[in-house]
């Protein structure tokens, strides 16, 4: 049975010495039922989101947040073209985290369009993120994966959903092969976020010609690994050109820190992630997942027969005109100075629904 917003409200209050709430509010903003949550206002006006985890497995991913926001220390957060959360305070016995409301949209996938200003914010803010220091993620105890690490942590995917029998023969021989191309793996690892996607992406403002990246959540996953991992999600963009553009625009960015075999790594993770899908659905009897993992893995294969899925092959990085570069550089730097300031608080609870911190 899921908590009442008052009840959230009295816990917080514990959670954040000396936290006085005037106004508490149900809050839904993306949680996928993994926790219970409330919008809650403080009486100097400050506003907060309190969620309590719903399952074993929320509250150890809402605890690895916790880790993860606070190795973000203050020096790494200026360094990033968008806001990200901030813990206030936790407690225990029931586990409870306090984080700073954070404003915005669900980035809208369909928004992000060749040519435009969102889409060099999204190859901005992945870049950004990348180009931290590797050291702030590995003296805060994090995990941190060399390219034969995270080589490995493929190749171990790959034979748990071998051994399910359940993935079409063409699709294991396509990602052997990748395993077996060394050109794919020699890559220098990053930090990542980890769990990128349109969920834990915020922009502002919503439909206008210079809507942004303004806020990234989820950190529950962040590491330092391969950089392709956070680009996954780019590949099922739905307007035409646009997954190329921020691929262009990335390694524009990150020059010569960018690998040639990106987009390659990049479609394996997706793809992988399907068969993650289907061991996920395996490990918990949930037949309904298994069912629509094995339909995905088989419309895969039929994109790989049809030569529509992709190549897995290293290919040249992407060819820019110097105009390009200095156009995505210029871009970059106006948006790096434009941090995210106070938002007033959203006007009704469905937009508040749409807005961050609730994961």
Do not use: C, N
């Amino acid at each position: 049975m899921s908590r009442h917003h008052f009840t959230l409200a009295a816990l917080a209050t514990s959670a954040v010495p000396g936290l006085e709430v005037a106004v508490a509010r149900p809050f839904t903003g993306g949680g996928d039922g993994e926790h219970d949550a409330a919008l809650i206002t403080a009486v100097d006006g400050r506003h907060a989101v309190v969620r309590i985890p719903a399952t074993a497995r929320a509250a150890h991913r809402i605890l690895a947040e916790v880790r993860a926001l606070d190795a973000l220390t203050a020096g790494a957060r200026s360094r990033l073209p968008f806001a990200v959360p901030t813990v206030l305070g936790t407690a225990e016995t029931p586990t409870t985290v306090v984080t700073v409301y954070v404003p915005g949209s669900r980035l809208r996938p369909a928004a992000v369009v060749p040519g435009g200003a969102l889409t060099t914010s999204v190859a901005a803010a992945v870049a950004a993120l990348h180009a931290l220091p590797t050291g702030l993620v590995a003296e805060a105890g994090l995990p941190v994966q060399s390219a034969s690490d995270a080589q490995r942590a493929v190749a171990q995917v790959v034979d748990r959903a071998a051994a399910t029998a359940s993935v079409p023969a063409p699709l294991l021989d396509r990602w052997e092969r990748a395993l077996d191309d060394a050109t794919l793996w020699q890559f220098t690892p990053t930090v990542l976020h980890g769990a990128l996607r349109p969920e834990t992406v915020l922009s502002t403002p919503r439909g206008a010609p210079d809507e942004a990246v303004s806020a990234v959540l989820g950190w529950s996953e962040l590491q330092v690994g391969d950089p392709a991992r956070d680009l996954a999600w780019v590949l099922g963009l739905p307007v035409q050109g646009a997954a190329s553009a921020v691929f262009a625009s990335y390694h524009a960015l990150r020059r010569g820190a960018a690998d040639p075999s990106l987009r390659q790594r990049a479609t394996l993770h997706a793809e992988l992630e399907l068969a993650r899908w289907l061991l996920y659905g395996r490990d918990t009897g949930k037949r309904e997942i298994v069912a629509d993992a094995v339909a995905m893995l088989t419309a895969l294969t039929r994109g790989v027969e049809d030569d529509t899925a992709g190549s897995l092959g290293a290919d040249p990085l992407p060819v820019l005109t110097v105009g390009e570069v200095e156009r995505m550089l210029d871009d970059q730097r106006s948006m790096m100075l434009e941090r995210t300031g106070p938002v007033p608080l959203p006007a009704t609870v469905a937009q508040r629904s749409r807005s961050s911190a609730g994961e």
